[in-house]
């Protein structure tokens, strides 16, 4: 992908309706993606492609639905993009990779580690078997299996009035694998919202509703051509983008990352890309605000500043990827650029 014409479009991901667990109809949920201003939204009920089938997808306004799947079992979740018929959630985790792959679908792990224990039992959605290979990512960074990490029922008001206070980024377990991942092959990631809008018969309110949520973490997604009004060919678009890793995590509720960018400075590559590396290359990041930037290597930071805009040299073959922290809170992840050794 070229940086010669950008395209960008926010997107939330990881969305239930009342068709599994959520509490909200599909064109409730539509509405709220048109209220909190997105430009795409993505849909993924558990092991479910109702929408999909009720022909819910497409164009909405300025609002692009898309229809995915969770795919659920006791292995892990497994966000299934792309597909046009539900996977086997009974099968093995490498079987639901498969499938969705036989399907030329994307597949990104679901939270995958997402365990937390809210007051007496452990809740384990985490992802438990990472021989299997072959899926496109992972969901980087869960907005809410962050702000329940550390939730006990007994502080849930407390927690629950002041949300941003109790979101620390993503996992550091999670990242740490995926920049050991990122070294072998292209791992893609993203962040979600996993929301589902829960209703609760003792409280008077929706915790956390759709409109809320579709403002805080989204993928922004970046294309070298506008979305076609053929909703087939937008969806291809920006399910394309999304798996060659031309998009970012941005934690919009602090500031709105839109207009980030990391490239190389001849204009050959952009976040997501890979190439051999065969000379020092001079790599650039530039965000929409100044904050504090990290420069990351094969995993460990090799260059901090706190700036809007950064030029740095990549003197080495390695897995350059970006993070932003606004205020002293996460903000911003991109996918790494790849410079492979050719020995």
């Known amino acids: 992908m070229t940086t010669s014409q950008v395209y960008e479009y926010s997107c939330a991901i990881h969305v239930h309706s009342t068709i599994s667990d959520g509490t909200g109809e599909v064109h409730e949920i539509i509405q709220a993606g048109q209220a909190a201003e ?14 999909k089938t009720e022909g819910w997808e497409g164009w909405h306004g300025g609002l692009l639905f898309v229809v995915g799947e969770e795919v659920s079992s006791r292995r892990g979740h ?25 399907q030329n679908g994307l597949a990104f792990l679901a939270h995958p580690h997402g365990v937390y224990r809210p007051l007496l039992h452990t809740r384990d959605h985490s992802w438990k078997d990472w021989n299997v ?13 962050d702000w329940v990490s550390e939730l006990k029922y007994h502080h849930f008001l407390r927690h629950y009035r002041n949300p941003q206070a109790q979101i620390k980024g993503p996992f550091p377990k999670t990242v740490h694998l995926w920049d050991r991942l990122c070294q072998k092959e292209r791992i893609v990631a993203i962040g979600g919202v996993d929301a ?53 995590a941005s934690y919009d509720y602090l500031h709105n990352g839109k207009g980030t960018r990391f490239f190389s400075a001849d204009n050959n590559l952009i976040m997501g890309d890979e190439a051999e590396y065969h000379e020092p290359l001079d790599l650039v990041v530039t965000l929409p605000w100044k904050a504090h930037l990290s420069v990351v290597r094969n ?5 901090r500043a706190e700036e ?4 740095f040299r990549a003197d080495s073959p390695g897995v350059y990827r970006v993070e932003a922290r606004l205020d002293g809170k996460p903000w911003i992840y991109t996918n790494p650029i790849y410079l492979r050794s050719t020995s």
């Open 78 to 102: 497994c966000l299934a993009l792309g597909t046009k018929s539900e996977v086997n959630h009974y099968q093995s985790a490498g079987g639901i990779v498969r499938d969705i792959r036989v």
């Open 38 to 51: 997105l430009d795409v939204l993505i849909l993924t009920d558990h092991n479910s492609l109702r929408a």
């Open 196 to 248: 589902h809008a829960k209703k609760y018969p003792f409280l008077p309110f929706v915790v956390f509703p759709y409109e809320y949520l579709f403002k805080t973490l989204r993928t922004h997604i970046l294309t070298n051509e506008p979305l076609a009004e053929d909703k087939s060919e937008a969806i291809e678009a920006s399910l394309a983008a999304m798996r060659q890793g031309n998009c970012f």
């Open 299 to 303: 995993g460990v930071a090799i260059k």
């Open 133 to 145: 290979a072959g899926f496109t990512g992972i969901e980087l960074w869960s907005y809410m299996f």
């Open 308 to 311: 809007k805009d950064l030029e």
